[in-house]
């Protein structure tokens, strides 16, 4: 048995916690699922309870393809034996794993609050550890978020690397998009300040939320659709449609925010 890569995360995990990064996967990353000879997934880190790993399971089995299967993978053996009881095989199993995957050659790799706790400088090489082993035509979708999932931001990669960055957020919750500097993914958060991409996409939401006020009255969702239609009208590279940015959502090409 290959010997786990990485430390155990710290476990912290709520119902729901991932539904947002869920249901994006399920939009986003749904024809590639379809696609694949071996609907295999990983919740890699999945943390002290399975409850994540089995709301992907039963996500994915409802919006893409019932076959799916989804293992979860944790290196503390002692949360491998407390998840066997919420195992239901062959669709959803838990193992021993880390950043090898176990062996594994998975069609996508949800790590969510997981490079959180490393130190930046070793991200580049966990993204390419974790993508050097998934099948062919394979992503990998890291992250992080509130305890809550009401903010977060995700990277989309495959074997090439990084293809894009999603914020997201819970419109109704939301006091200003400035929130979304406390969530951004390892590889971005101490990259928050003057003269990154990064910084100047996160004051342009902040600033467009605020110049976007006057549509309060009609709805939070209606502020922040506001608020992504005038960033992009400015000039920023936007990927999604306003059916998207309703969930509190704004997708961005990796070169358009990536470290300078």
Excluded at 117 to 134: C, K, M, N
Excluded at 150 to 156: D, K
Excluded at 165 to 187: G, I
Aim: proline share 8%; net charge positive; charged share 25%.
């Amino acid at each position: 048995m290959m010997k786990p890569l990485g430390v155990a995360t710290r476990g912290t995990t709520n119902p729901n916690r991932l539904r947002r990064v869920d249901n994006w996967i399920v939009e986003t990353c749904g024809d590639a699922l379809r696609a694949a000879a071996d609907p295999l997934v990983v919740d890699l880190g999945y943390g002290a309870t399975p409850i994540t790993a089995v709301e992907l399971r039963a996500r994915l089995a409802a919006g893409v393809r019932a076959d799916v299967r989804v293992v979860g993978l944790e290196i503390d053996p002692v949360r491998v034996a407390a998840a066997q009881p919420a195992a239901d095989p062959p669709g959803l199993v838990f193992a021993r794993g880390g950043f090898e995957l176990a062996g594994l050659r998975p069609a996508l790799v949800r790590a969510f609050n997981v490079l959180r706790q490393y130190d930046e400088s070793e991200v580049a090489d966990a993204w390419r550890t974790v993508t050097g082993r998934l099948a062919p035509g394979g992503l990998l979708v890291e992250g992080t978020c509130d305890e809550l999932g009401r903010l977060g931001s995700w990277v989309l990669l495959d074997r090439t690397g990084p293809r894009t960055l999603t914020l997201a957020a819970r419109p109704t919750t939301l006091e200003s998009p400035a929130q979304l500097a406390e969530r951004l993914p390892k590889a971005l958060i101490h990259r928050n300040v003057p003269g990154e991409r990064i910084h100047d996409l996160i004051r342009a939401l902040a600033d467009a939320w605020q110049a976007a006020a006057g549509y309060a009255p009609f709805g939070p969702r209606d502020r922040w659709t506001r608020t992504v239609a005038a960033v992009k009208d400015a000039g920023w590279p936007v990927l999604d449609r306003p059916r998207r940015w309703r969930h509190g959502e704004v997708t961005l090409p990796w070169p358009a925010v990536s470290p300078t």
